[in-house]
Structure formats: structure tokens, C-alpha cells
């Protein structure tokens, strides 16, 4: 696993994560280039990277040794008058250990960890954390947050975590929430959003701000952002929500606004390219446990009890595969990355009927995105979509169990106990566990510190 990214607390601050830009165009910071989906990174022009050679370590301009930075645009790009003023946290006291861990423009945190003795140096990305400049004085500050897409737990500890670190940190006291996702911006009224009002909200599962799927309209959403005179926009969502992230800030860009544009990943899917594990993942997995446990009970105290557990994950099994990992109850895992067939020679069929003899049950869990292609064949024309345009998938788990039932009871003719479960929602409406907590809160902070940094265009 590659464990570049999130780095642990150090004492009383956290170590910076590191960042990524939303946008190929680029310069120095702390950030991805926006968002890259696991499965689609490299056929998506939008992810596709620009890679910035860098030498400036290397005293012999004849020499590459190959060190490539994704890097991450800054406001000073289009901007280039911007004044910089020095860090208010190096003068606040509980903050002192910042002025030995301001994060140096040459940080960088490589891509891969495990490289061969001879191998160029890679693909690098920026540091997130706390710099030494500034081009926001505190006062002049004025921040929202928006989420959007599908829950995940969590959120309302990133929104927390973005509002208290403004405040705290930075002195910042005019922060806005954006109701109800992208649209919020030209159809809601804004919250005010102040320590206080979020002091509690990373006990609840969901998001404080709501969230919706479609209505992106960029030049409504800037038009606003104008209007509200917002020069800092936290964006919190999924693969979808980071490009409508980056169209904002290509907008802001060619109007040549002083508006830094910081996202933060959430997927529960985990389905996101460069890091390992997103905010909430964690927690899901846990919640599954209690699902398979189930299955597991029911299936265990029956003759020839076959126990199907379908979780969350459109297009990446992470989720599916890392409970079974985790429960050891479980005979086989379905996802969408590993093609499987039901009848014939190694067939699910076949597996299912051998377990049976070997135990009396067998426990499967399916993701939701796996088997589509004899779910589109069975299920010919139905082709809908959800309104950010995402294919609805037809449920697995159903058609799972019907053709188990149908092979077992009428071909085979076995008396089977079929039990189904499908906790799809409850593994993500539910707050988040102490070590996505803490997780939120290192992403949380490390937007903030990048924003106030001046940078933007950049997925945390
Ligand atoms: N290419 C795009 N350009 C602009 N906006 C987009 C784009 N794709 C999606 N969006 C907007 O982003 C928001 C969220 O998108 P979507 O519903 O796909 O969820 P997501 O962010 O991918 O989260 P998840 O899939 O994890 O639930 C929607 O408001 C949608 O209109
Ligand atoms: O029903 P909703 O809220 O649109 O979201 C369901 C989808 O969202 C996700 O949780 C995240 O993309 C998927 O796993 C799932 O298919
Ligand atoms: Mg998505």
C-alpha cells in the first residue's frame, strides 16, 4: 500500500497531508490535480497531468533523474500583484511547534514508496500543511463550504473541522454553509456557520450543510460567489463533485477573481486514485461487520444456508472486499474489478454447492457495481440515470438471489435457506469512528492551510 499521503499527528498540530490539483495548469503547492478515479483516471481527459519536471535539487542540469510534481495552481498565477503577509499562527501560542513544521514550497510526498534502486524518482505531490506566507489577511477572509453527491460518514467532521480551523487558526469569522449541494448557491439562503453553531455535528451521521446530485451551473455559481463577495470555497464530494470543483475554478480563473477553490475527496466507495483510504471508509467497513455477522448467524443455524450480503461500491469493490478481509466468515466476494460466472466448470454454482457439503452454509458478499453486464443483458433497455448523469445500477443482490434460488430448488434440486441482506444505506449514514475523525480533521486542516496559502484549483 502506498502510504505517501496522510501523515500522522505531531504533537499538537497535525503533520500536513498531501495535496492535489484540480486542474492540469499548475504551480507549486499542497494538493492533487483535482480528484482521480480509481478506475477511470487514465481515460478521463479531465485527470489527465500535466508533469512538471522539476531541477531545481540537481546541480547538473545534465542530469534527470526523472523527479516529476503534479503539481498545483496558485492565485499568484493569474494574480501576480498579490500581496503575502507572514503566518498569523506563527504568533499564537498553542500554535508555537508551527514555526518549526512550516511546510517548505520543496516538500513534496512521493507518489510510490516502493521503488527499485535504479528507478527515476517519480511522480511527486505537494504537502499539505501550514506555510510561512499568506495571501489572506484574516479579516479580509470570507469562506463557504458545500457538499455534494452521496453521504458518507464523516462530512460533518470535515465541515467542522474547515469552520473551526479557519477560526481558530486563522482568525477567520465569516464563513458561510451552502445549502443543499451545488445548486444551493443560486437557489438557497447561506447558514452562518461559526464554532459554535458546528460544535456538535460530527456526532450526527449525514451532512449539517444537505446535499444534492446535479443542478451544477457554473456561471450561476460564480455569479454568486461574486455577488456574496466569497473569495474561499470549500468543496466537499465525490469524483463528480471535484470536476464541477474544477469548472469553478476555471471560471473564477478567466474572471480573474482572488477565489482560492479547495476540494475534499469523499467517496465511500474508497474509489479514489493516489491515496489510499478515503475519510469514512473506515467506518463503513466496520458497519459491515454487523451485516455479515448477521448473515453469518442466520446462515450458520439453518441446513444449507446460503447468506448474501450486498454493499456499496458502483464501480470498486473496496468496500465489499475489505469487510470480508476484516469478518473471516465470509466464503467469497463479488466485485466489479474481477469477472465471475455462475454455471459450469469453476462457476459460482459450482463453489456454492461444494461449500454447502463441505460446512451447511456458505456467506457471500457482492458489491454493487459486480455482475452488472448479466444484469444489463436480463434486464434489457432499463438504462437510467441519476441527476448528476451516474448510471443507476440494477440490484445485484436480487438477481443473486433468484438464480441461486432457481439453479438450487428447480435444476438441482436441493432445498436451500436463502437469506438476503442489503444494508446498502446504514454503512454510510452513520458518523464517522474516532480514526476517520481524526482523518477529517487532518483533511479539514490541510485545505484551510492551503487556501489561506493562496493556493487553489486542488483536491486536499
Ligand atoms: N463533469 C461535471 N461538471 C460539473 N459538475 C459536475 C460534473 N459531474 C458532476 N457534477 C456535479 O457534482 C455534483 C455531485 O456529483 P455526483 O452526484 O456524481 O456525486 P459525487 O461527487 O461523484 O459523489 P459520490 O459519487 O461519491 O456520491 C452534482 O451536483 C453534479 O451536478
Ligand atoms: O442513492 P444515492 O444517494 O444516489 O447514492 C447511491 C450511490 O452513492 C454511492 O454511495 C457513492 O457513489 C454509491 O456506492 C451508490 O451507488
Ligand atoms: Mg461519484
Not at 478515503?278 to 439453518?302: C, K, L, M, P, Y
Request: charged letters at 20%; aromatic letters at 8%; hydrophobic letters at 35%.
Amino acid at each position: 500500500m502506498d502510504l505517501s499521503i496522510s501523515s500522522p499527528f505531531r504533537g499538537a498540530f497535525p503533520a500536513p497531508t498531501s495535496t492535489f490539483i484540480l486542474n492540469p495548469k499548475s504551480r507549486c503547492s499542497h494538493s492533487l490535480n483535482f480528484f482521480k478515479h480509481r478506475n477511470s483516471y487514465s481515460k478521463n481527459p479531465l485527470f489527465s497531468r500535466q508533469k512538471i519536471p522539476i531541477r531545481a535539487q540537481v546541480s547538473d542540469p545534465a542530469v534527470d533523474d526523472g523527479f516529476v510534481i503534479d503539481d498545483v495552481p496558485h492565485l499568484t498565477d493569474f494574480l501576480p500583484d498579490l500581496p503575502s503577509y507572514p503566518n498569523p499562527l506563527q504568533n499564537s501560542q498553542a500554535y508555537a511547534i508551527v514555526k518549526q513544521t512550516f511546510v517548505r514550497p520543496e516538500d513534496v510526498v512521493a507518489q510510490k514508496i516502493v521503488v527499485q534502486k535504479d528507478s527515476s524518482r517519480g511522480e511527486h505531490f505537494r504537502r499539505a500543511g501550514p506555510c510561512e506566507k499568506v495571501y489572506f489577511k484574516s479579516e479580509e477572509v470570507r469562506a463557504c463550504i458545500v457538499t455534494c453527491g452521496g453521504l458518507c460518514p464523516g462530512i460533518n467532521t470535515v465541515i467542522r473541522e474547515i469552520v473551526c480551523g479557519l477560526n481558530y487558526m486563522y482568525g477567520v469569522d465569516d464563513i458561510l454553509g451552502i445549502q443543499g449541494g451545488y445548486r444551493g448557491f443560486y437557489s438557497k439562503n447561506t447558514l452562518i456557520l461559526t464554532p459554535k453553531v458546528v460544535n456538535d455535528i460530527h456526532k450526527r451521521g449525514g451532512t449539517f450543510l444537505l446535499t444534492s446530485r446535479g443542478g451544477h451551473d457554473t456561471q450561476k455559481i460564480v455569479d454568486n460567489i461574486q455577488d456574496r463577495g466569497i473569495n474561499q470555497v470549500y468543496i466537499i464530494g465525490g469524483d463528480g463533485t471535484q470536476r464541477g470543483a474544477s469548472r469553478i475554478y476555471e471560471e473564477v480563473e478567466k474572471r480573474g477573481l482572488k477565489v482560492a477553490v479547495a476540494g475534499i475527496p469523499k467517496t465511500i466507495d474508497n474509489d479514489i486514485a493516489v491515496i489510499d483510504k478515503s475519510f469514512g471508509f473506515d467506518t463503513a467497513v466496520e458497519e459491515a461487520q454487523r451485516a455479515i455477522n448477521a448473515a453469518h448467524v442466520e446462515v450458520e443455524s439453518v441446513e444449507n444456508g446460503i447468506g448474501i450480503v450486498k454493499l456499496m461500491g458502483r464501480y470498486s469493490g473496496f468496500i465489499a472486499m475489505f469487510a470480508t478481509l476484516a469478518s473471516r466468515d465470509v466464503d467469497c466476494c463479488l466485485i466489479p474489478e474481477s469477472p465471475f460466472y455462475l454455471e459450469g466448470k469453476g462457476g459460482l454454482f459450482e463453489f456454492i454447492e461444494e461449500r454447502l457439503k463441505e460446512n451447511g452454509h456458505i456467506v457471500i458478499v457482492v458489491a454493487e457495481g459486480a455482475g452488472q453486464e448479466y444484469l444489463a443483458q436480463s434486464m434489457q433497455g432499463i438504462d437510467e440515470k441519476d441527476a448528476s448523469g451516474n448510471r443507476l445500477l440494477l440490484d445485484v443482490g436480487l438477481w443473486l438471489t433468484q438464480n441461486i434460488k432457481d439453479h438450487f430448488t428447480k435444476e438441482r434440486k436441493m432445498a436451500i435457506n436463502m437469506k438476503y441482506i442489503d444494508p446498502t444505506y446504514m454503512i454510510r449514514a452513520i458518523p464517522s469512528n474516532a480514526s476517520d475523525n481524526i482523518y477529517c480533521t487532518l483533511l479539514a486542516q490541510s485545505a484551510v492551510h492551503g487556501a489561506m496559502a493562496g493556493y487553489t484549483g486542488f483536491t486536499v
